[in-house]
């Protein structure tokens, strides 16, 4: 439990926060609607539906001003870093920013549809109210006018129109309820996992639906359906007078009810987020019309494509990644790629396998501020951490003090032997240049191959007295199958009795499982032994 509490307390205090507020507003506005005396004469021609339909309404605007904020990524990079002197487990939340948002979108989807239910009950409600169908003072209530001091209470006007559809259709919280609701299915349903791999661009545009949703969304409660009984001199007590609907008006004790519809409120809940949005997607329109020149492209094996660019006043971090947009295939899409460059550098760089797309979520831009680290990549996961240890090898260059880690280990799992070439320069280098300082230890690597056939096996075991690995020409030998990571987590205990070590992956969410157990099962509760955190990154 401790080890759990290290790895995953501040999430789930953030996620229990979260939840309380969504059941105390759905709670708290279902007893003032169902409760309220003013709603009095409304509950009695819609039941419980009433309660039904406000309480989600209030969900919904709460979660509806969530739901931008984590898809804002240069906000959450300027409370990133206004977050360095909180610690990184501030910091690592908000590299779930995704997983957040994806919450908040199941929260609102569920909330819609116990709203629109409830709506469409109400008008139907509504509607046989209006036909005399109900009591007799359900019917008094439909058939108070709308003019001189008084006012009504069922939406519904028109007698000789019996079907509900109408109302819909020709109201603005009914028509604009419709569009939010097909927006919102169509979002939801082309933001499926196998819908967004496989046809990505059906994702892209559908999502941009969120335009219309919250357009739909600002003018929904202009319709004010929803009334409730307002205060009178005299006052109407509904308790004496709600079985004397044909006194009304007549004596000084049952003054004819007046209703009035509650004032809008959804647009003071989003119009903040929604101007936050503009401003980043202008700051991402202004980033977009600067230029960027190519400094070099060039074919590696394994058909990975790398890309050199410079564009003026850019800078970076390790472990980050970039939009790429090709304007040749379409003018908005927009692909990430972590940089594979490191800042010391005078240009950024980018490597794309042409055999598959990926995404990448980056968050491995802590791994300096951690002792020790574990980097984990998998195939072409490996493209942040060529940053890192890029970056690394030029701190040591420079020597500088900043640098604060002490001890890298990294593994590298691969199921193709070519997969290994385009990367093995760099270690080449970092390799010679621990030496000559000195510092051999500093860096510990193993390459894992995963998948070989016996001419290989029989190629290797030919060559295995040599000093230099036959695939990658490194004095570290590859490793043959997957990496023991009960043993590889011990020997890293062992090492580092007293450290914080940063576990970051790019790579399967199955070896993400996995890594992330580990991190806890070997943690120690004791703050003065080690401990492991977990970082992934998903493609």
Not at 27 to 53: E, I, K
Not at 297 to 303: E, F
Request: charged share 20%; net charge positive; with cysteine.
């Amino acid at each position: 439990m401790g080890n759990w509490i290290i790895n995953h307390g501040l999430t789930s205090f953030i996620l229990v926060v979260w939840m309380g507020i969504n059941i105390f507003l759905f709670v708290w506005f279902y007893f003032f609607y169902d409760l309220g005396d003013q709603f009095f004469y409304t509950r009695h021609l819609l039941g419980s539906a009433l309660a039904w339909a406000r309480a989600p309404a209030a969900v919904l605007n709460f979660n509806c001003l969530l739901i931008l904020l984590p898809v804002c990524r240069n906000l959450l990079s300027l409370l990133r870093g206004s977050f360095v002197c909180c610690g990184r487990t501030m910091r690592k939340q908000l590299d779930k920013n995704l997983s957040f948002h994806k919450l908040v979108a199941y929260m609102i989807g569920l909330m819609t549809a116990v709203h629109m239910i409830a709506h469409l009950l109400n008008v139907e409600w509504y509607n046989n109210s209006r036909q005399g169908i109900y009591d007799k003072l359900s019917t008094a209530l439909s058939n108070l006018e709308d003019s001189g001091n008084n006012t009504y209470l069922n939406p519904i006007r028109k007698t000789d129109i019996q079907i509900p559809t109408y109302f819909v259709f020709t109201t603005i919280a009914g028509l604009t309820g419709v569009i939010i609701t097909l927006a919102l299915i169509l979002i939801i349903t082309s933001s499926m996992e196998v819908i967004r791999r496989s046809y990505f661009e059906v994702f892209w545009y559908t999502h941009h639906l969120f335009v219309i949703f919250f357009a739909g969304l600002v003018f929904h409660g202009a319709g004010r359906i929803v009334r409730s009984q307002t205060k009178t001199d005299p006052p109407h007590n509904f308790t004496l007078c709600k079985d004397r609907s044909d006194e009304w008006g007549r004596i000084p004790e049952c003054p004819i009810p007046q209703f009035a519809g509650g004032f809008p409120q959804t647009w003071m809940w989003v119009i903040g987020p929604m101007i936050l949005y503009l401003c980043e997607r202008l700051l991402r329109f202004i980033r977009y019309m600067q230029a960027v020149r190519y400094r070099k492209i060039v074919m590696r094996p394994s058909k990975v494509l790398e890309l050199q660019l410079v564009k003026n006043g850019f800078k970076m971090e390790v472990g980050q990644y970039v939009f790429l947009n090709c304007p040749a295939i379409s003018q908005l899409e927009w692909h990430p790629f972590t940089m594979t460059s490191a800042p010391e550098e005078d240009f950024f760089s980018i490597h794309i396998p042409l055999l598959f797309s990926f995404y990448l979520i980056s968050s491995s831009e802590d791994v300096f501020d951690y002792e020790v680290s574990m980097l984990v990549g998998a195939g072409i996961g490996v493209t942040p951490f060529a940053s890192i240890l890029k970056s690394i090898w030029y701190k040591f260059k420079d020597s500088n003090p900043k640098l604060r880690t002490r001890k890298i280990y990294f593994y590298w799992l691969c199921r193709e032997t070519h997969a290994f070439e385009w990367f093995a320069d760099l270690l080449q280098v970092l390799e010679k240049e621990m030496e000559e300082r000195g510092m051999a230890d500093f860096l510990t690597y193993k390459l894992y191959l995963t998948k070989w056939d016996q001419s290989h096996a029989t190629h290797v075991r030919v060559h295995s007295d040599e000093d230099t690995d036959v695939v990658t020409g490194l004095k570290q030998k590859t490793y043959y199958g997957r990496p023991a990571w009960d043993k590889e987590f011990e020997q890293v205990r062992k090492e580092n009795p007293t450290s914080v070590v940063g576990t970051f992956l790019c790579g399967p969410e199955a070896l993400g499982t996995v890594l992330e157990k580990k991190c806890v099962k070997y943690s120690d509760v004791d703050p003065r032994k080690t401990k492991f955190y977990f970082n992934k990154e998903n493609f």
